[in-house]
């Protein structure tokens, strides 16, 4: 169950926001039932890139044996 402050992966691209399947968020509101959640993603150096309401088909939790990977975003 993912709860609030949980580690979790884009399970596909929100292309409008720049963001690929598979990067990687912070959840930091649980909405009731956890049916969706706001999600935020940021670059190494902590910007904040988006903020999103998702639903839980959109992200999973992130799995103890998954390594993170850095990529370089477009320019805005």
């Not at 706001?38 to 150096?45: D, M, P, R, S």
């Not at 999973?60 to 993170?68: F, V």
């Amino acid at each position: 169950m993912i709860q609030e402050l949980d580690t979790v992966v884009l399970a596909r691209a929100i292309e409008e926001h720049g963001l690929e399947g598979g990067d990687i968020g912070a959840v930091v509101h649980r909405y009731d039932e956890g049916e969706a959640f706001e999600v935020e993603f940021v670059t190494g150096e902590g910007r904040t890139v988006a903020v999103l309401t998702l639903e839980r088909g959109d992200i999973r939790p992130m799995d103890e044996r998954e390594i993170l990977h850095a990529r370089a975003m477009a320019a805005a």
